[in-house]
């Protein structure tokens, strides 16, 4: 079950003028299941992306850079993003690069664009043949479902191993006009995104420059989808895209440093925190969702370097998971996180309110009952001051279980 974590309502998951979700049963893995999204953009919308870090990165991912780079050289504009489940073409070499070239091809055909001006995205079982022929023949039934309040729908289809659907919408007033920001996002395992999750996708009306786009997609991937981290492994597929419908009746932003953009940033990047603490919540088997927050160092990089060798440790994950207070396996990871120049003996250690360890060993007031008391607990914060300076970041994790073994040894069957 998710850590405290349930679907948004349909309801509550608001039309974004400009953009709109058809969704469709392809047959892509399984039969009787949402597989195939196609989300459609009005002439003039503006669209930033960021994508994985894997150098072994899937054929969409490699198509998507081409096009987007395709685009800017030409002067024109996306117009859809095709999204499948259920199949990750990845590790299917060139000619996974031709099955999804063919569905960006009949999607342009269908709505009379460019190929290039067609985003494709796929996530699920890696090194298997993209069935691109069930997708072209999808087509016509989701593009007859499009439509602007089609946002749960989306949500569900580009499920995989996750087990509620993640979405998440606001409104905020920008130049004195109402403006929406909806998002949904996908994700379970095979996360550490070292750039976003493994599917995000984030929509607003406001008029934001084609040329602050992939300034505001990395700076959104960078304090969400970045700070996340389930297992420690990059996905082939990673993809986020944010998106500038242009249609609501203020003035362009053009700086996001500025009033209108600031204001504009920090509604976006609260969907993007909860969209990406979302897929925590949802990690596959997780029982807890845990903070990592390192402070007093000399930047935030050996913060988050720090924080993520915690995060990534199988001994503390699975004792999280057992509520066992085995709490010097958390400073072993900061001992071995790569920090050269450690002093362990500024280092304190803190489970919630608790204090655990001060200036590198045990403290003297600590009760390992304190400590079990606070890992039963279903959200725990756990806080390491390093004594090196006035830098913080934070991680998001989760625990690992018995059931993270069973979900990933029964993926393919």
């Known amino acids: 079950m998710p850590v405290n974590l349930v679907a948004t309502p349909a309801a509550e998951l608001y039309?974004?003028?400009?953009?709109?979700?058809?969704?469709?049963?392809?047959?892509i893995r399984k039969a009787n299941r949402k597989d195939l999204a196609v989300l459609l953009l009005d002439d003039g919308a503006s669209v930033g992306a960021v994508f994985t870090q894997n150098r072994f990165c899937a054929a969409p991912v490699q198509i998507c850079r081409a096009h987007m780079a395709s685009n800017?050289?030409?002067?024109?504009?996306?117009?859809?993003?095709?999204?499948?489940?259920?199949?990750?073409?990845?590790?299917?070499?060139?000619?996974?690069?031709?099955r999804a070239q063919a569905t960006c091809s009949s999607?342009?055909?269908?709505?009379?664009?460019?190929?290039?001006?067609?985003l494709p995205f796929s996530t699920g079982v890696i090194m298997e043949p993209l069935p691109h022929e069930r997708i072209a023949a999808g087509l016509a039934t989701a593009l007859t479902d499009a439509k602007a309040d089609n946002w749960a729908n989306a949500a569900e289809a580009i499920m995989t191993t996750d087990t509620v659907p993640k979405a998440f919408s606001t409104r905020i007033m920008l130049g004195g006009v109402p403006v929406t920001i909806t998002g949904i996002s996908k994700?379970?395992?095979?996360?550490?995104?070292?750039m976003a999750t493994m599917l995000g996708f984030i929509a607003t009306d406001a008029c934001v420059s084609q040329a602050l786009m992939a300034q505001l997609a990395k700076e959104l991937a960078d304090a969400s989808f970045n700070r996340i981290t389930i297992d420690g492994d990059t996905s082939t597929n990673d993809s986020f895209v944010v998106i500038a419908s242009n249609q609501a009746a203020h003035a362009p932003v053009t700086s996001l440093s500025g009033t209108e953009g600031q204001v504009l940033r920090a509604a976006m990047m609260d969907i993007a925190q909860l969209l990406a603490q979302a897929i925590v919540r949802d990690g596959e088997g997780a029982t807890k969702f845990m903070r990592i927050q390192v402070e007093g160092g000399k930047t935030t990089d050996e913060c988050r370097q720090v924080a993520y060798a915690i995060a990534h440790s199988p001994l503390v994950k699975t004792a999280f998971f057992a509520s066992?207070?085995?709490?010097g396996r958390i400073l072993a990871a900061v001992g071995y996180a790569g920090i050269a120049d450690l002093d362990q003996t500024l280092i304190d250690l803190y489970l919630?309110?608790?204090?655990?360890a001060k200036n590198g060993g045990r403290h003297a007031a600590y009760r390992e009952a304190d400590g079990q008391r606070v890992m039963k607990q279903s959200e725990i914060t756990?806080?390491?001051?390093?004594?090196?300076?006035?830098?913080?970041?934070?991680?998001?994790?989760?625990?690992?279980?018995?059931?993270?073994?069973?979900?990933?040894?029964?993926?393919r069957s």
């Open 15 to 27: 039309p974004v003028p400009g953009v709109r979700w058809g969704i469709a049963e392809a047959g």
């Open 72 to 98: 800017a050289n030409q002067g024109q504009g996306v117009r859809a993003l095709l999204v499948n489940t259920g199949n990750a073409n990845a590790g299917t070499g060139q000619d996974g690069l031709s």
């Open 107 to 118: 999607l342009a055909r269908a709505l009379d664009v460019l190929p290039e001006q067609i």
């Open 187 to 194: 994700g379970a395992g095979m996360i550490r995104p070292n």
């Open 324 to 327: 066992d207070p085995n709490l």
């Open 352 to 356: 919630d309110d608790v204090l655990v």
């Open 382 to 411: 756990v806080r390491v001051v390093l004594g090196r300076g006035e830098a913080i970041d934070t991680v998001w994790t989760c625990d690992l279980s018995y059931d993270y073994v069973k979900i990933n040894a029964d993926y």
